[in-house]
């Protein structure tokens, strides 16, 4: 769509059900973030209250029409989505306009590729809306949905803010107050968590206005404002008292691991475990049911319900059913664990099933990830078009988990600690759903040409391998992001790298050409982008950052700043100092300038501006998870990067390149 144009949403699609908006970006820096808010207008163009401001401190409406369903890692970026029920909303809204704002003095201008989507219930896109012209605005409306008559349309609308969330939220009569809260008034305020021991994480920021319905405030009472700022709080570690009398007693658990003998079971009890807890937990089953575009309501969950298919019958390993408003919404789901892959002909009985019986979705659940919205499996796509196929991963399953009970919150504690048993379970290796873990047949053969010289760009294998290897990374962001809490996701530079073919072109001509394959991920505070990659002829990982050098007066000021910070980092950590605008400079690894650091001063030029820190590990050659696996040994890479570099690095406010190009 281009700019101010406007489109009847019912003569797009015939699929019932939730529409699904998606905001999209690439940051070139890595940087930063941007984070989408939604705004429901009535007729005089304001809101009906504060309540009626969906966003980071409040996540969804108290009816559910609106729901923001978070970030999600993909191929070019990341990923904003909001679920809008339209047969939800109240009738005295008129607009629903979809935003998003930067903080910390970002600019849209600086992000690439701004996107707004629009999917049916089916999860099929029906709109795009491309944004060329962002420059200097903090928040931005890219479009909204409003009635006409007895239908509603889509407006393209591309419209920016320099005053940031606040100034946005401001103009639809939102009070706004983007201070800081004292820190009593916040903890006060939070809802109960369990944190895992091992992993604390902050509970939710919550939004300071009075829900809808409440009592205004009395006369001489200080009216509450909507806070803007966000909330970055942490809850201290749990104390416990390990009464175990021997090392080898372990905890009792609620869903245990012991007595699996086979796949089949393995699988049942899988199912059954994700299942009850979806129903139990509504902020996780919420979560879930949102990605298949499912209506908000009441949550019900059933194992191996059998249905008649021809001659026979067919058993589902599991039924979905969301109530809401005298409508029922179903889904059927097949499960797999472990490496055990899901089949074409039984997928379509249950997609023939579900178009007999009305029901809206079947989905799959397995170790495998979908990439670019499509599912890892082929079926008949006459079965498609009553019924949605989608696909889930057990490795988003505990991204979920582990974002709600680590970082988010639930309202309930006893509901913090069945996603914590959920979690548990998941990561137990008898358990089978520990998420992607092999790199498929195609790698020791694809392994073995690289190193023989005779990978050629023919190679189907090859694509096989460049395919898996965007799921591996993809998988690493989902983990990095619920350990952390942070929206770690894939970055892509360049429009064309969308394309999934393009794409996986690129990773293929890499390996013929250089033997490597590699990955930029964007952590936030890392100082830039982290590049990983896999040198499979000299069998080395790199994982590399550049971080801006401190503003310091001296060079070897600037360097002694980074050793001190790195003084218990790997020896081996190699080290490079850049001047600006070079792309190489003095290089050593950190055991030598510990007690020499001179070493990294450059010779043609004083000036230091950014350092280019790597480090190597080994590779790994089976393509499974075990010691010797190449998917461990990435893991282990980045986890080492990570918790041994990136999270030591104190920068600066002012890097040393701002405080350069200022004084010039």
């Known amino acids: 769509m281009a700019k101010g144009a406007n489109i009847d949403l019912s003569g797009l699609t015939t699929a019932t059900g939730p529409f699904t908006v998606a ?41 559910e029409s609106v729901r923001l369903l978070g970030k999600t890692p993909t191929a070019t970026g990341s990923e904003d989505r909001i679920l809008v029920d339209l047969d ?32 049916d219930g089916n999860g099929e896109v029906l709109l795009t809306f491309d944004i060329n012209d962002a420059d200097t605005e903090t928040a ?58 091992d992993e604390p994480g902050p509970p939710p920021p919550v939004i300071t206005s009075p829900p809808v319905g409440s009592a205004p405030a009395k006369n001489g009472d200080r009216p509450k404002r909507v806070r803007t700022s966000k909330k970055k709080t942490t809850v201290p570690k749990a104390v ?71 001659d026979g019958k067919v058993r589902p390993d599991g039924v979905l059913r969301v109530a809401r408003a005298g409508r029922i919404w179903t889904a ?20 023939g099933v579900a ?14 990830l979908a990439l670019d919205n499509e599912h890892p499996l082929k079926v008949d796509k006459k079965l498609l078009r009553k019924v949605a196929l989608r696909h889930l991963s057990w490795a988003e399953v505990a991204h979920e988990a582990e974002m709600l009970c680590l970082h988010d919150g639930v309202a309930n504690p006893v509901h913090a600690w069945l996603l914590s048993e959920l979690l548990h379970y998941l990561r137990q290796d008898n358990a089978g759903c520990q998420g992607f873990r092999d790199m498929g047949a195609a790698w020791v053969p694809v392994r073995n040409a ?118 218990n980092a790997p020896a081996e950590l190699r080290i490079e100092a850049l001047a600006p605008k070079q792309k190489t400079g003095p290089c050593d690894l950190l055991k030598n300038l510990l007690t020499e650091p001179g070493l990294l001063i450059p010779e043609d030029t004083p000036q230091i501006d950014t350092f280019r820190l790597t480090l190597a590990t080994g590779l790994g050659t089976k393509r499974g998870t075990e010691e010797a696996g190449f998917v461990r040994s990435i893991d282990t890479a980045i986890d080492h990067f990570h918790q041994e570099i990136l999270q030591v690095l104190k920068l600066d406010a002012v890097p040393a390149a701002a405080e350069t190009r200022s004084a010039s």
Not at 332 to 351: F, H, M, R, S
Not at 485 to 506: E, F, H, M, N, Y
């Open 450 to 567: 690289v190193t023989a010289g005779t990978l050629r760009l023919g190679d189907r294998r090859a694509m096989q391998v460049a395919e898996s290897w965007e799921k591996l990374i993809r998988q690493l962001c989902l983990r990095l992001s619920g350990e952390t809490g942070l929206a770690i996701a894939p970055v892509l530079r360049k429009r064309r790298d969308g394309d999934a073919s393009v794409r996986r072109l690129q990773t293929v001509t890499s390996l013929v050409e250089s033997g490597r394959m590699s990955a930029e991920i964007r952590i936030p505070n890392a100082g830039g982008p982290v590049l990983l990659e896999a040198d499979l002829r000299t069998g080395q990982i790199e994982t590399t950052v550049e971080v801006p050098a401190a503003a310091r007066a001296r060079p070897l000021t600037r360097v002694q700043w980074l050793l001190r910070q790195l003084n």
């Open 240 to 310: 416990k008292v390990n009464l175990a009398e021997h090392p080898s007693w372990q905890h009792a658990r609620l869903f245990p691991v012991t007595g699996l003998r086979n796949d089949q079971e393995r699988e049942v009890r899988a199912t059954a475990t994700l299942l009850s807890v979806m129903a139990q937990v509504p902020e996780f089953g919420r979560r879930l049911t949102a990605r298949f575009n499912a209506p908000a309501g009441t949550i019900q969950t059933f194992a191996e319900a059998s249905f008649k298919h021809g």
């Open 23 to 63: 905001l999209s970006w690439i940051d070139p820096s890595g940087e930063g973030e941007a984070d989408v808010s939604v705004l429901l207008v009535d007729a005089d163009g304001k809101v009906g209250s504060d309540a009626d401001f969906v966003f980071y401190n409040q996540l969804a409406t108290a009816d």
């Open 355 to 368: 178009a007999r019986h009305g029901y809206e979705t079947v989905i799959t659940l397995s170790n495998d």
């Open 140 to 197: 931005f409306i890219f479009g909204e949905l409003y009635r006409r008559g007895d239908s509603w349309k889509f407006r393209a609308v591309g419209q920016g803010y320099t005053s940031g969330l606040a100034g946005l939220a401001a103009d639809f009569g939102i009070s706004v107050d983007d201070t800081d809260e004292e820190e009593d008034s916040r903890v006060s305020s939070q809802p109960s968590v369990i944190p895992d021991p």
């Open 88 to 119: 939800a909303m109240r009738p005295e809204v008129q607009r629903v306009v979809i935003a998003a704002s930067r903080y910390a003095g970002a600019t849209f201008g600086a992000l690439d590729d701004l996107r707004l989507a629009v999917s």
């Open 332 to 351: 059927l789901i097949e499960t797999k664990t472990g490496g055990n892959p899901l089949k074409a002909d039984q997928v379509e009985a249950y997609l």
